[in-house]
Each structure stands twice: as C-alpha cells, then as structure tokens.
Nanobody, 125 residues
Framework: QVQLVESGGGLVQAGGSLRLSCAAS????????MGWYRQAPGKQRELVAT???????EYVDSVKGRFTISRDNAKNTVYLQMASLKPEDTAVYYC???????????????????WGKGTLVTVSS
C-alpha cells in the first residue's frame, strides 16, 4: 500500500502563487507515474498535471505556463508550483499515484491506484 498526504493549500488572491506538496510513504517502490488532480464544487475530478518516474511532465491546457509539477524521488515527494492563480483554479487538489505508466490525459482518474485526501485551494478575486 501507498499513502499520500497533501499539504500547502490555502487562501490566495488572484495572481498569487502557492506550492502544494505530496509526501508518499509505504510501498513507494511500486509507484511509477504521479499526478495532481482537482475537483471544484459541483464538478468532476479532473487532471491537472502528471510526472513519470523518469521526470517527464504533462499538463492540461488550462494550467500550461502557470503550473509546474516536479518530483523529488529522494524525498518521495511531488510538488505542484502554482503561479498566476485565477478564481477558476479554486478546488480541492488531490495527489495520485499509478503503479503503471501513464502520462497526461492517459492518466484518467480511474487509472490511478492511490489517492491522497486532498488539500483545498481557494483563489479570491
């Protein structure tokens, strides 16, 4: 089993920045791709960004150029640096991990094997 714990969420003004962290523990040797997802009120959970064990990254179009996903394998931690935040970025952000390989839109919600409990990001206008 793998446990994922997110942190770093909070309230920020539009145009501001936040960095989310996701610490992994347990059977981390089984993890390949990791990703960040988000779920806004009344909406389905959606992909934000993914990073493979080799460091390849993919982003959804709505966050390209504003968000950066990174991975520190030595610390078993994945980060999501968010800049130029917009009110529409408001959501609960979840970290997820896949035992197999996927990238970008190939990492559907149903594909991921492990999930954290989420951290709330609120962007005020």
């Amino acid at each position: 089993q793998v446990q994922l714990v997110e942190s770093g969420g909070g309230l920020v003004q539009a145009g501001g920045s936040l960095r989310l962290s996701c610490a992994a523990s347990g059977s981390i040797f089984s993890i390949n791709t990791m990703g960040w997802y988000r779920q806004a009120p009344g909406k389905q959970r959606e992909l934000v960004a993914t990073v493979t064990s080799g460091g390849s990254t993919e982003y959804v179009d709505s966050v390209k150029g504003r968000f950066t996903i990174s991975r520190d394998n030595a610390k078993n931690t994945v980060y999501l640096q968010m800049a130029s935040l917009k009110p529409e970025d408001t959501a609960v952000y979840y970290c997820a991990a896949d035992r197999g390989y996927c990238a970008g839109y190939g990492c559907s919600v149903n594909k991921m094997d492990y999930w954290g409990k989420g951290t709330l990001v609120t962007v005020s206008s």
